[in-house]
Structures are given as structure tokens and as C-alpha cells.
């Protein structure tokens, strides 16, 4: 049984049968006469309001309609006068609303990224699980505490006070099964772990008696991470949909249901094909580095890897204490950068109440060198100049700062066209 519901489609949610009684036309539409004439003339810095309406009209939808089930005189005239109710809800919210972006004192979500455990062949993918427990025990030391997927679901587009953490592991290796599994299971930390549906029951890889396992515990959530992780970037778009569709399908026979939250292989993405995750799920996550915050694209969301490499304490301590770095605008938005644009031309435009913007420096590894990046920042407006292309396949950038909050990241991922 799914933890998480998704929220009604488009056509989900207009097909009138599916629409509650009476009683929820009236308060649907005492809704929106209080939209209409109070928040129209309201000028705040909150959560985008058109947002907060669909997320209103699904959750009476969902939550009120086991309630008014009983009465079953729904008539015809109240069928049509609901849909209409609907159709203005969802019509009137236009692109600049929906995208519309405000600074916020959001201390953020900070989500980590396991793969393997005690699998000394693959040190890029690997941790020790000693090393793992005492990243664990880091985090609790700080009294930073461990973020429920369901609670980050309901609770994204509001600013947090506290930040948290949000364990994901990628790819369901037995060796998590093994060795990590029991330490999250024994202390109840909540976790999310993402799914390739083709490898499940493949040497080296979790079978679905062990998946629905971990599944069943209110803590353990499941994600999509395709069907096939393959270098997706390079199919299709009717064979990345049909890759997609094929997971998807799968998720429903085993689980019941497709989750919610998807994984991009690699963190390789296409505009084209994060248009089509959005449709699909209601989040989705890359391998960029970088601390969640309420302006963050809930389908490029940042999670910083941790391995052999970069998983050794005194990196991971910093990890911990980060902020996010807010930012309004990011071009380009297409992070698929093919080779007639290689390097590509980045500006991030931010927040005007971003503190000591001065202090902000970049590094990035064009050419496969990592160096501190030319930059020019005027105002708000920060442009990066790189000395050279990107090698393919992938070019990353990862820009800090320090305010009065203390160390603020941003990291982003380019996938790079081959030449």
C-alpha cells in the first residue's frame, strides 16, 4: 500500500463522477470566493497561492471524500457546477505565478547519497559501514535530525526553520541489504531507496521478497530509478518514455503503485526528458551537489554523493552545517549541453537580500581540472566565464559562500554532448 499518494491527475480530477457531494461545493466555493477576493489583493511573501489551492482542492478531495460518501444523491447539477469549480481552479494559474520565486530565511534540507556498502572494488560508489555508522553518529552529535521522505513531500514549498537530513541510497545493492539495511531498520531512520526495476533480482543486486521488506516499515521509502539505468541522456525520447512507462508498470504489479519520487541515472538529464519526469512523478533527484530549499526545481533537486572519496569525516562534518544557496534564475535551464555550446554561457541570478554576494566563489572542472572559475557579479546577477570546454560526459560547478548563517553551496551538473 502506497505511503504516499500521489495527488490527482488532470484528468483524475475532472471526471465528475470522481467528485465528492454537495457539501464539498460549498466549501470548495466559499474556497474560492476567498481566493478570488483576498488573495488577489494581497501582496505577501508566501507559499505561491495558486499552489496552495490545488494542493487544497486535492487534499479535501482525498481527505473529506471517505466522509461524504454516504450521501449518494450527487445531482447532475451539482456535478457540473463542481467541475466548473475545477476547471477555474486549475485554468487560472498562469506560468509567471506558478514560477514565481521569494528569498526565505530557509535553513533547507540537506539530502546524502549512498550506493554500495563494504564493496572495496568500487570506491567510487563505496562506503565502509564503520565509516557509515559514524557519519550516523555525526549527525545525531550535531543534534541535526533525519528527514521522513513522506514529511519532506507534504512540507516542500515551506520554508524550514530546523535543517534536516535526508538519507537516499541509489540502486538497491545487496551490499545496503547486508550492511546498511539493519543499522537504518535497528534505529528507525527514515530513508529513501531508489529502484532500477530491470537489475532487481540480478547478481549483486536486492530481489523483490527483500525489496518488499524494506518497503513495509513506516520509515523505508521506495523510489524509481528507471528501468534500465542506462545512459538515458543518449536514447530517444520515445525510448527513454517507453523505458519510463515499461518501470513504472512494473512498480504498480510489485508495489501497487509507481512512488512518487524518481532518481535520474547518473544525474543525466534532457529538459525534453525532466518535462516528461514531471508528469510522471512529483519529484525527482540529480547528483548535483547543493542543500533543498523552497526555490529549488522539485525535478533537478541537489544531493551531495557520498563515497570512499568524499565520504571522509572532516568533509562530511562540513557537509552537515551547509545552507542552501537561494537562488531566482538559472541559465541555461537545459543542463543536456551539446557540443556546438560547450562550455556553455552560465549566469544565476539571485536573491537582492542575499547577504555578502562579494564573498561567493566558484570552482568547476572544465577541461577535467578543477580551478576556481573566472566570475564577474554585478548586483545580483553572477556570470561565469569558463577557460575551456567541458570533457565529456560530465561538467560540474560548485559555488559558496559565507554569511552571518554561515557556509551557503550551490552545485550544478552539465551533461556534456560527446564529440
Same mark, same amino acid.
Given at each position: 500500500?502506497?505511503?504516499?499518494?500521489?495527488?490527482?491527475?488532470?484528468?483524475?480530477?475532472?471526471?465528475?463522477?470522481?467528485?465528492?457531494?454537495?457539501?464539498?461545493?460549498?466549501?470548495?466555493?466559499?474556497?474560492?470566493?476567498?481566493?478570488?477576493?483576498?488573495?488577489?489583493?494581497?501582496?505577501?511573501?508566501?507559499?505561491?497561492?495558486?499552489?496552495?489551492?490545488?494542493?487544497?482542492?486535492?487534499?479535501?478531495?482525498?481527505?473529506?471524500?471517505?466522509?461524504?460518501?454516504?450521501?449518494?444523491?450527487?445531482?447532475?447539477?451539482?456535478?457540473?457546477?463542481?467541475?466548473?469549480?475545477?476547471?477555474?481552479?486549475?485554468?487560472?494559474?498562469?506560468?509567471?505565478?506558478?514560477?514565481?520565486?521569494?528569498?526565505?530565511?530557509?535553513?533547507?534540507?540537506?539530502?546524502?547519497?549512498?550506493?554500495?556498502?563494504?564493496?572495496?572494488?568500487?570506491?567510487?560508489?563505496?562506503?565502509?559501514?564503520?565509516?557509515?555508522?559514524?557519519?550516523?553518529?555525526?549527525?545525531?552529535?550535531?543534534?541535526?535530525?533525519?528527514?521522513?521522505?513522506?514529511?519532506?513531500?507534504?512540507?516542500?514549498?515551506?520554508?524550514?526553520?530546523?535543517?534536516?537530513?535526508?538519507?537516499?541510497?541509489?540502486?538497491?545493492?545487496?551490499?545496503?541489504?547486508?550492511?546498511?539495511?539493519?543499522?537504518?531498520?535497528?534505529?528507525?531512520?527514515?530513508?529513501?531507496?531508489?529502484?532500477?526495476?530491470?537489475?532487481?533480482?540480478?547478481?549483486?543486486?536486492?530481489?523483490?521478497?527483500?525489496?518488499?521488506?524494506?518497503?513495509?516499515?513506516?520509515?523505508?521509502?521506495?523510489?524509481?530509478?528507471?528501468?534500465?539505468?542506462?545512459?538515458?541522456? %543518449?536514447?530517444?525520447?520515445?525510448?527513454? #518514455?517507453?523505458? =519510463? /512507462?515499461? +518501470?513504472? &508498470? $512494473?512498480? *504498480?504489479?510489485?508495489?501497487?503503485?509507481?512512488?512518487?519520487?524518481?532518481?535520474?541515472?547518473?544525474?543525466?538529464?534532457?529538459?525534453?526528458?525532466?518535462?516528461?519526469?514531471?508528469?510522471?512523478?512529483?519529484?525527482?533527484?540529480?547528483?548535483?551537489?547543493?542543500?533543498?530549499?523552497?526555490?529549488?526545481?522539485?525535478?533537478?533537486?541537489?544531493?551531495?554523493?557520498?563515497?570512499?572519496?568524499?565520504?571522509?569525516?572532516?568533509?562530511?562534518?562540513?557537509?552537515?552545517?551547509?545552507?542552501?544557496?537561494?537562488?531566482?534564475?538559472?541559465?541555461?535551464?537545459?543542463?543536456?549541453?551539446?557540443?556546438?555550446?560547450?562550455?556553455?554561457?552560465?549566469?544565476?541570478?539571485?536573491?537582492?537580500?542575499?547577504?555578502?554576494?562579494?564573498?561567493?566563489?566558484?570552482?568547476? %572542472?572544465?577541461?577535467?581540472?578543477?580551478? #576556481?572559475?573566472? =566570475? /564577474?557579479? +554585478?548586483? &545580483? $546577477?553572477? *556570470?561565469?566565464?569558463?577557460?575551456?570546454?567541458?570533457?565529456?560526459?560530465?561538467?560540474?560547478?560548485?559555488?559558496?559562500?559565507?554569511?552571518?548563517?554561515?557556509?551557503?553551496?550551490?552545485?550544478?551538473?552539465?551533461?556534456?554532448?560527446?564529440?
Amino acid at each position: 500500500m502506497a505511503k504516499l499518494r500521489p495527488f490527482a491527475t488532470a484528468n483524475e480530477a475532472l471526471i465528475p463522477e470522481n467528485l465528492p457531494g454537495p457539501w464539498f461545493t460549498k466549501i470548495l466555493s466559499t474556497f474560492l470566493i476567498f481566493k478570488l477576493f483576498f488573495f488577489k489583493n494581497l501582496n505577501i511573501k508566501t507559499t505561491n497561492i495558486s499552489k496552495f489551492s490545488l494542493l487544497l482542492t486535492n487534499s479535501l478531495v482525498y481527505d473529506l471524500l471517505p466522509s461524504m460518501i454516504l450521501n449518494k444523491t450527487l445531482s447532475f447539477a451539482a456535478s457540473i457546477i463542481k467541475l466548473a469549480i475545477v476547471i477555474f481552479l486549475i485554468t487560472n494559474i498562469n506560468a509567471e505565478e506558478i514560477n514565481s520565486k521569494y528569498y526565505s530565511e530557509d535553513s533547507g534540507t540537506l539530502s546524502i547519497m549512498y550506493h554500495r556498502f563494504n564493496e572495496n572494488k568500487y570506491p567510487s560508489t563505496n562506503i565502509q559501514t564503520d565509516i557509515f555508522k559514524k557519519q550516523i553518529d555525526l549527525i545525531r552529535n550535531k543534534k541535526i535530525k533525519f528527514l521522513d521522505p513522506e514529511n519532506f513531500a507534504l512540507n516542500f514549498n515551506i520554508p524550514k526553520s530546523e535543517k534536516k537530513i535526508l538519507i537516499t541510497i541509489d540502486d538497491g545493492f545487496t551490499s545496503f541489504y547486508n550492511h546498511a539495511w539493519p543499522i537504518l531498520k535497528k534505529e528507525k531512520i527514515p530513508f529513501l531507496l531508489f529502484i532500477s526495476t530491470e537489475t532487481i533480482g540480478k547478481n549483486g543486486y536486492m530481489n523483490w521478497e527483500q525489496i518488499k521488506e524494506v518497503e513495509k516499515e513506516n520509515f523505508a521509502y521506495i523510489g524509481n530509478h528507471s528501468h534500465s539505468h542506462e545512459y538515458m541522456i %543518449n536514447f530517444t525520447f520515445e525510448k527513454f #518514455k517507453k523505458d =519510463i /512507462e515499461t +518501470s513504472i &508498470n $512494473i512498480f *504498480k504489479k510489485e508495489l501497487g503503485y509507481n512512488p512518487i519520487f524518481f532518481s535520474y541515472p547518473f544525474g543525466e538529464y534532457s529538459n525534453e526528458q525532466k518535462k516528461h519526469i514531471s508528469e510522471r512523478f512529483q519529484f525527482a533527484f540529480g547528483q548535483n551537489s547543493g542543500v533543498i530549499d523552497v526555490n529549488k526545481n522539485r525535478f533537478e533537486l541537489p544531493r551531495f554523493p557520498i563515497n570512499e572519496k568524499y565520504g571522509d569525516l572532516e568533509r562530511f562534518k562540513f557537509l552537515i552545517n551547509l545552507l542552501p544557496l537561494q537562488y531566482k534564475k538559472i541559465k541555461p535551464e537545459d543542463k543536456y549541453v551539446l557540443k556546438n555550446y560547450n562550455p556553455p554561457k552560465l549566469i544565476i541570478e539571485f536573491f537582492e537580500d542575499q547577504k555578502n554576494l562579494k564573498n561567493i566563489n566558484c570552482f568547476s %572542472n572544465e577541461g577535467n581540472i578543477w580551478a #576556481k572559475s573566472e =566570475i /564577474e557579479l +554585478s548586483d &545580483n $546577477i553572477l *556570470k561565469v566565464n569558463f577557460r575551456e570546454k567541458f570533457n565529456f560526459r560530465r561538467g560540474r560547478i560548485n559555488c559558496s559562500l559565507n554569511d552571518d548563517k554561515g557556509w551557503r553551496w550551490l552545485g550544478i551538473q552539465f551533461t556534456i554532448e560527446e564529440n
